[in-house]
């Protein structure tokens, strides 16, 4: 009896010791992403509160979506989009990963070769960039918003209800469209 109970207090102590192990460099790890975007934050010019309320609109994202933050100001989604996020104050998305000086933000930011989303109209509002041509599915993207189709010259993108029925194709890129409700649709293929 007294063997098993000795038996008994080394596997407790040696679990705790494990999970005070795990515990302390994920905790590390993740202080220094968040330094490592609150830098970069600074360095592009934010307060501390706009820093602050940057990182708490990025983690209710996470919560949301899931996926990495990979930037102050973008996420990295499991589906392989990407969403960058405005800063508090502004209009428009900007790259918070560039170099000092070219970060400014600009009216219908999309790379070359992606179909970009906004949450406002006219691109405005945060972005989800979508390069893969796959279904992409929405999750809470409602709303009056734009899109700029930026693919290559004539790609055509297509949005689908919730049985993935096509219900709007979009003119070949490059194309805009300054305002359109997201609301009736549930997936986006951007090919």
């Known amino acids: 009896m007294f063997v098993l109970k000795r038996c008994a207090s080394t596997v407790a102590a040696a679990f705790i010791v494990l999970a005070v192990g795990l515990t302390g ?3 590390a790890g993740t202080a220094q992403g968040e330094a490592r975007f609150d830098g970069q934050a600074r360095a592009a010019g934010l307060t501390v509160g706009q820093t602050e309320a940057l990182q708490a609109k990025m983690d209710r994202y996470l919560a949301r979506h ?8 973008e996420i990295r989604l499991t589906d392989g989009a990407t969403l960058t996020v405005t800063v508090p ?3 428009y998305v900007r790259d918070m990963a560039a170099p000092a000086g070219t970060r400014s933000a600009a009216q219908w930011e999309c790379d070359y070769e992606y179909f970009c989303m906004y949450r406002e109209t006219l691109g ?5 960039a979508l390069y893969y041509c796959q279904d992409y599915a929405l999750n809470n993207w409602v709303g ?3 899109y700029y189709n930026n693919q290559t010259r004539g790609t055509q993108a297509q949005f689908k209800d919730q049985n993935r029925t096509v219900i709007h194709t979009t003119l070949g890129a490059p194309w805009s469209m300054a305002s359109f409700d997201w609301t009736p649709v549930w ?3 951007p090919c």
């Open 187 to 189: 997936y986006v293929k």
């Open 66 to 73: 899931g996926g990495q933050q990979v930037a102050a100001n």
């Open 89 to 91: 104050g502004e209009a």
């Open 25 to 27: 460099p994920a905790s």
């Open 144 to 146: 009056e918003g734009s």
């Open 124 to 128: 405005m509002g945060d972005r989800l």
